[in-house]
């Protein structure tokens, strides 16, 4: 499994687009980026998922380089709702699953 | 709909008693999976169900933990006899039918062992 590093904090004003980084230097050829966020006393939730170039959903953006070698997790405009911890993962989809590890995260504190 | 459901949400014991954690999945959900994160740790990955089957028990820290899923629907995962490092979070999280590509995998609120 491909090994992430991501910051291990980051703090932000509300309403502030933030972005995470998260490389991921071994990713193989079948590897998919996944991001989960979680809050205090509850299990991760998955937010988005990536194979390459740019993903975006209700919730956040994704951008992923030609090379792969890292990704970037974008939450636009963030409340004090969004203050958690952000997780990037790496892993291959193999029958409908994505074995995971789950590296330190990013623990992301919104400012008011 | 509801989500994955875990029972209890904390547990205390003493060593050398046993635990048995339940996992309720997502109804129709073929694949399950248990995760714990010890004090400071990462969340690490334990078995992966599909329906009935243990697909992958790479992450099961030794043979003082049992996983079952009878019946392919809720699972249990069992510590016996419960050592001081087994204290932690532990996540079941399940994921769409087997063969799907949609992997999203939804966790539950975690059980916290307490091994006193």
């Known amino acids: 499994l491909a090994k992430t590093t991501q910051p291990i904090s980051m703090d932000s004003y509300e309403g502030q687009e933030v972005n995470i980084t998260c490389s991921h230097n071994?990713?193989?050829?079948?590897?998919?980026i996944t991001w989960y966020q979680q809050f205090p006393s509850q299990g991760p939730r998955f937010i988005i998922q990536?194979?390459?170039t740019k993903v975006t959903n209700e919730v956040a953006s994704l951008f992923i380089p030609a090379d792969r070698k890292s990704s970037t997790l974008s939450l636009p405009r963030v409340s004090l709702s969004d203050t958690a911890v952000y997780y990037c993962?790496?892993?291959?989809?193999?029958?409908?699953?994505?074995?995971?590890?789950f590296g330190t995260g990013t623990k992301l504190q919104v400012i008011p | 709909e509801a989500g994955v459901t875990q029972f209890p949400s904390h547990s205390v014991i003493e060593k050398g008693q046993t635990v048995t954690l339940r996992c309720d999945p997502i109804s129709g959900h073929d694949n399950l999976y248990w995760y714990r994160r010890v004090m400071g740790k990462e969340i690490k990955f334990l078995l992966h169900?599909?329906?009935?089957?243990?697909?992958?028990e790479s992450g099961m820290p030794n043979n003082r933990f049992l996983a079952e899923r009878t019946g392919g629907t809720y699972s249990t995962l069992k510590v016996q006899p419960a050592e001081l490092e087994d204290s932690g979070v532990y996540f079941c999280?399940?994921?769409?039918?087997?063969?799907?590509?949609?992997?999203?995998?939804?966790f539950g609120p975690g059980t916290r062992l307490t091994v006193l």
């Open positions: 071994n990713i193989a050829t079948n590897d998919y």
């Open positions: 993962l790496v892993g291959e989809l193999s029958g409908g699953y994505q074995k995971v590890t």
């Open positions: 999280a399940s994921s769409h039918r087997a063969g799907s590509y949609d992997n999203e995998q939804f």
């Open positions: 169900f599909v329906k009935e089957s243990k697909q992958d």
């Open positions: 990536g194979y390459k």
